[in-house]
C-alpha cells in the first residue's frame, strides 16, 4: 500500500510563491514515477509536474514551466512542488500521484495511487 500525504497548499496572492510537499510511504519507489495533478471545479484533472524517482529526469506541463518546480528528497522520500508567480488560473486542488513505471505520463489514469488533494487558492 502506497501512502501519499500533500501538505503546503492555502491563500496567496497573485503574484506569490507556495511550496507543496508529498511524503510518501508503504514501498521503495526507486521504479516509480511520481508527480503532481491539479483540478479547478468543474474542470478535469490536468497533469502539473512529474519526475522520476530514479533518474530525477522531470516533466513540465507548458502552462507552469519556468514558474513550476518539482523535486524529491530522497532521504526523506518526499516530492516538493515549488510554485512562483502564480496566477489567478493556477487555483485548484492539488493532488500527489505516483506510478509503478519510471515513465511519466500526463495522463490521470496512468497513475495507480493519489493522496487527498490539497486547496491552492490564488487571488487576484
Known amino acids: 500500500q502506497v501512502d501519499l500525504v500533500e501538505s503546503g497548499g492555502g491563500l496567496v496572492q497573485a503574484g506569490g510563491s507556495l511550496r507543496l510537499s508529498c511524503a510518501a510511504s508503504g514501498r521503495t519507489f526507486s521504479h516509480y514515477a511520481m508527480g503532481w495533478f491539479r483540478q479547478a471545479p468543474g474542470n478535469e484533472r490536468d497533469f502539473v509536474a512529474g519526475?522520476?524517482?530514479?533518474?530525477?529526469?522531470?516533466r513540465h506541463a507548458d502552462s507552469v514551466r519556468g514558474r513550476f518546480t518539482i523535486s524529491r528528497d530522497n532521504a526523506k522520500n518526499t516530492v516538493y512542488l515549488q510554485m512562483n508567480s502564480l496566477k489567478p488560473d493556477d487555483t485548484g486542488v492539488y493532488s500527489c500521484?505516483?506510478?509503478?513505471?519510471?515513465?511519466?505520463?500526463?495522463?490521470?489514469?496512468?497513475?495507480?495511487?493519489w493522496g487527498q488533494g490539497t486547496q491552492v487558492t490564488v487571488s487576484s
Open positions: 500521484v505516483a506510478r509503478g513505471f519510471i515513465m511519466i505520463t500526463t495522463t490521470p489514469g496512468s497513475y495507480s495511487y
Open positions: 519526475i522520476s524517482w530514479s533518474t530525477g529526469r522531470t
